[in-house]
């Protein structure tokens, strides 16, 4: 099983609250924030890619994660890829949840 996990670079319009604060948090400029956020896209398309050549399961943390929104997501890192204690008990959550459907 391959987990995909979440990270707070993960919208490309750099005007958004959750960029610029994202990019404020981890002292990103906006190039910086530009080229994690492509680079996690990436890593994304990556994972899904290698499970489904070797017929592996993949728990797309970083989707459950599209249900949070701005202050919200926010609270859950402690910078553009950590999250706090909150934010890896959603990880977790995630997992178990998306498991269960497996």
Known sequence: ??????????QKDITSVEA???MARAGLTADNYLFYAEMKSLISE???DVG??????????HRY??????T???SLFVDV????PQGS???ARAIYLEHLAY
């Open 20 to 22: 610029r604060s994202a």
């Open 1 to 10: 099983m391959l987990i995909n996990l979440p990270g707070l670079a993960r």
């Open 52 to 61: 489904r050549q070797h017929n592996v399961p993949v728990i797309d943390v």
């Open 46 to 48: 990556m994972l899904h």
């Open 81 to 84: 890829a950590h999250t706090t």
């Open 89 to 91: 008990e959603q990880i």
């Open 72 to 74: 919200e997501l926010l």
């Open 65 to 70: 994660y599209e249900n949070f929104h701005d």
